[in-house]
């Protein structure tokens, strides 16, 4: 039997929030649409974008689910006209998978994620964990149920969506999104920790200048760092 340890909110979206959320899916889309003309398909898109709990300052994340050449993504962006306006390398933890994440607008709003290395099981549910959908669904205009950052459940309605506290349940929560427990838990901790805490340090968050060849950048980032360099050793990237 499930028992829902707290409140059960009933969320109603209104006309603006709607045309709010066709914007930024729209703006999803075309960055999916550009991936797939440069022959990149294993892009999702997750968080608030899937889910449909969107606000004005919502990001928009489109990620590869499996590493791509840093070279060939740029000037796949580039020759479909974005602009890229940083690129930041990202490990947060060092068992944690290397990504480089491209920028794409001045206020980091929209953005692409590309891993270094094979993600990990755990770490594709991390993106299920938060909502996660793929090109054919956006195009369906499909929601899907996730967790957003202050740990309540989002589940899609005709009308908005329910929220549903996470913590009390995690079984459920886990059920719901087909992910383990154990990464529902690991997402509570680290949500936790972040609100007591503010922003909490990454193993390593490096920012390549924007005129810079990335490829070149990761080599040096070999050089100088023996977890990232083990990381990466299948992957020709530190040579």
Not at 43 to 56: K, L, N, Q, Y
Not at 182 to 199: N, Y
Request: proline share 3%.
């Amino acid at each position: 039997m499930t028992i829902f340890e707290g409140y059960v909110k009933k969320i109603v979206y209104d006309d603006e929030k709607w045309a709010l959320l066709r914007r930024k899916r729209e703006s999803a889309l075309r960055l999916m649409l550009t991936l797939k003309r440069c022959g990149i398909v294993n892009a999702v898109v997750h968080g608030s974008i899937a889910r449909g709990d969107v606000e004005e300052d919502s990001d928009i994340d489109v990620s590869l689910l499996k590493p791509y050449s840093p070279g060939l993504l740029e000037l796949c962006l580039e020759r479909s006209g974005y602009s890229i306006y940083s690129k930041v390398i990202v490990m947060p933890t060092p068992i944690h998978t290397p990504k480089i994440y491209i920028y794409l607008d001045s206020r980091k709003e929209l953005a692409v994620s590309n891993p270094l290395a094979e993600l990990n099981s755990i770490e594709i549910e991390f993106y299920r964990f938060s909502g996660m959908i793929e090109l054919k669904e956006l195009i369906e205009n499909l929601r899907v149920s996730g967790v957003n950052k202050k740990l309540m459940l989002i589940e899609p309605t005709s009308y908005g969506h329910i929220e549903t506290p996470v913590i009390g349940n995690e079984h459920y929560v886990a059920r719901k999104l087909k992910v383990s427990l154990a990464v529902v838990r690991d997402r509570v901790e680290a949500l936790m920790r972040r609100a007591r805490e503010g922003h909490t340090g990454l193993f390593i968050e490096q920012e390549v200048s924007i005129n810079m060849d990335t490829e070149m950048f990761v080599r040096r980032l070999c050089n100088e760092n023996k977890v990232f360099r083990e990381r990466l050793q299948r992957y020709d990237l530190c040579t």
